[in-house]
């Protein structure tokens, strides 16, 4: 078990493998098993190491960065409970189909027989999360096992990859690092299923094109305007899409509703949906009394394209297949609010958040009930990027925002979040303090789980006694975003008018670097 001096040893096999495979950014948050990682990360250039305070912040933020590259960053966990910590924003980013490959230490693998206090089943934390799960049981084989794991989280249409380090294979010699491993790109939908999506545009049916994934980026969108100038279809993205690019210039689609019977009055006329990267819009839970399928009985499903395939060339194939024009329809104008007035709620900062929200910024969004006003009112604002809560498991913006203003040092990030959501993760504003991430956070201070307020009486509770109401209120005592933000080394301020919150954002998007804004509704 002894460790050769100045050799390489397990861990720099694996950190020089992982940037030999096209990893530069490592979201951490480490712990005694992992320290010979930690130590490999200066003596090998080309990666960058971003430490969290919880691990749910590096979860979140390695999805916030693979929505905006395309590319995985690697997370580094401690043991089990550190995974298990993190599980919830691997939840959101399996939902996402973000690409991330976790290196979570273990115990050596001498010292599992003890059974010490942190000794617990990692993979069986893994699984749920991974599509890929890996122990590395040598030293020899931990630069292999990584060229595995960032092909396995590389594999369309993104997936996220475990490989456990037992830290004695971290320390003992290895051979060298390994090289990458080939990644196939996402194959074309087959030719019928072109056909078959051309045949029922064609043949009149009230139809509509419901997307995700690579879709949904500017250019694809172009080809799926093309289609519906062509044959008068609807075109849809998911209720919660991964990554939206949106604003004035994109071709505008109409968002899945979030309530089911809002899903069912919505796609009431449908007769044919076609797919591509999406599945079939159903509710986010089951009700009393109200449907779980949403589509009309007589409806037909038509699969252009799987999440695994290429839904751009999807695309790009069915607009040739239908003879679309060379032009669009429904690209969004730009129509930018004036300086709101009036009442202080979610409107009316929507409506300056649009007014001020710079061209290329992006929008991670866990505001719940109070971000769709935001939304409405972007739609015809600056070109941007949404970045939504993809697996409904709230505590996602913040990490998200960080790890997209990592990926992208050049873009404005807005976080929108909720007072109970972002009290998920707050831990993430030390992190954008630290690495003077260009975030701008806006807090929905409503002082209440809103959306479990809506939800409680959607199951028929509808006169909550003091201790249901006590379980959804943030009060007593009130949270203070702005002394939290502060003790994180983060600029912030409070606004209780909408001219001071209009005042206040418009300056964080004039400025650069981590700000922080409370607005107090409720």
């Known amino acids: ?106 115990h050596a693998t001498y ?142 689609v109409e968002r899945i509703p979030y309530f089911a019977e809002a899903i069912v009055e919505f796609l009431k006329d449908l007769d044919t949906l076609v797919l591509v990267g999406a599945k079939p819009p159903t509710a986010f839970f089951a009700y009393p009394g109200k449907p779980s399928w949403c589509l009309p009985e007589s409806c037909s499903l038509c699969y252009l394209a799987h999440d695994h395939e290429d839904g751009p060339a999807a695309l790009a194939a069915l607009a040739e297949a239908v003879k679309a024009p060379q032009h669009p329809v429904r690209r969004a104008s730009l129509e930018l609010p004036g300086a709101p007035s009036g009442k202080f709620n979610a409107h009316t900062i929507g409506l300056s958040i649009a007014r001020h929200l710079p061209e290329g910024a992006v929008l991670s969004d866990d505001a719940a009930t109070s971000s769709a006003p935001t939304l409405i009112a972007a739609a015809s604002g600056r070109p941007h990027v949404h970045l939504a809560l993809t697996g409904g498991s709230i505590g996602q913006g913040l990490p998200v925002a960080a790890g997209a203003a990592t990926a992208c040092p050049d873009r404005k990030v807005v976080c929108i979040t909720g007072d109970g959501s972002g009290l998920y993760t707050p831990q993430a504003l030390w992190t954008m303090g630290r690495e003077r991430l260009d975030v701008t956070t806006v807090v929905f201070a409503n002082r209440s789980y809103k959306i479990l307020n809506v939800e409680l009486g959607r199951v028929g509770v509808n006169t909550p006694g003091p201790k249901a109401r006590a379980m959804l209120e943030l009060r007593d005592p009130d949270l203070d975003w702005v002394s939290l933000a502060q003790g994180f080394g983060i600029e912030a301020s409070r606004a209780d008018t909408i001219e001071a919150f209009d005042a206040q954002f418009a300056d964080a998007m004039e400025g650069r670097g981590p700000r922080l804004i409370e607005a107090v509704i409720g």
């Open 1 to 106: 078990m002894n460790e050769r001096m100045g050799g390489m040893n397990g861990a720099e096999s694996l950190v020089r493998t992982l940037v030999a495979s096209g990893i530069d950014t490592c979201f951490a948050n480490p712990g005694t098993s992992e320290m010979h990682f930690v130590g490999a990360l200066d003596k090998v250039e080309g990666i960058r190491a971003v430490l969290g305070l919880f691990e749910g912040v590096v979860t979140g933020a390695a999805d916030g960065y693979a929505r905006m590259t395309g590319r995985p960053a690697a997370t580094l966990l401690h043991l089990g409970p550190g995974l298990a910590n993190g599980l919830a924003n691997l939840h959101n980013a399996r939902r996402a189909a973000s690409p991330i490959v976790n290196v979570v230490g273990d």
């Open 111 to 252: 010292h599992a027989q003890y059974d010490p206090p942190l000794a617990s089943d990692v993979a069986g934390f893994a699984r749920p999360v991974s599509a890929w799960v890996h122990a590395s049981l040598s030293p020899r084989t931990v630069a292999a096992d990584a060229a595995r794991a960032v092909q396995a989280a590389r594999a369309a249409p993104g997936q996220i990859a475990t490989l456990i380090l037992p830290a004695d294979t971290a320390w003992l010699d290895a051979e060298g690092p390994a090289a990458p491993l080939p990644v196939a790109p996402p194959p074309p939908p087959p030719a019928a299923a072109v056909d078959r999506a051309a045949q029922a545009l064609k043949a009149g049916a009230r139809a509509g094109i419901l997307m995700r994934g690579a879709a949904l980026t500017r250019e694809a969108l172009e080809d799926a305007g093309r289609i519906a100038a062509a044959s008068g279809c609807r075109l849809f993205c998911d209720t919660f899409a991964p990554r939206l690019e949106r604003g004035a210039g994109v071709v505008e």
